[in-house]
């Protein structure tokens, strides 16, 4: 069984800085793209940033030049750092991950969810 379990998340005020971790465990043949996600209160869940396995990067309009997503593939590890953070940041972030399993020499790709880590911008 694989599990994605993200940290990092808090309280911070306008203007900080906050930097969530996600880090996949289990049975793991290797991991194609990696990605946060977030909810806000009574909105649906949108893509935050995505990265590929070979580093290549997405991010959406609303966060581009504040939040820079990485991964480190030998730690099966992505992360998101948030900087100048606004009161329009705050939901819970979830980690995303496309995982490649092996089954007696067949490799399936999988798509996992954490749990989701609660992060709020407020004075």
């Known amino acids: 069984q694989v599990q994605l379990v993200e940290s990092g998340g808090g309280l911070v005020q306008p203007g900080g800085s906050l930097r969530l971790s996600c880090v996949a465990s289990g049975s793991i043949f290797s991991i194609n793209d990696m990605g946060w996600y977030r909810q806000a209160p009574g909105e649906q869940r949108v893509l935050v940033a995505r990265?590929?396995?070979?580093?290549?990067?997405n991010y959406a309009d609303s966060v581009e030049g504040r939040f820079t997503i990485s991964r480190d593939n030998d730690k099966n590890t992505v992360f998101l750092q948030m900087n100048s953070l606004k009161p329009e940041d705050t939901a819970i972030y979830y980690c995303?991950?496309?995982?490649?399993?092996?089954?007696?020499?067949?490799?399936?790709?999988?798509?996992?969810w954490g749990q989701g880590t609660q992060v709020t911008v407020s004075s």
């Open positions: 990265i590929t396995s070979g580093g290549s990067t």
């Open positions: 995303n991950a496309g995982v490649y399993l092996d089954y007696d020499g067949t490799i399936y790709e999988y798509d996992y």
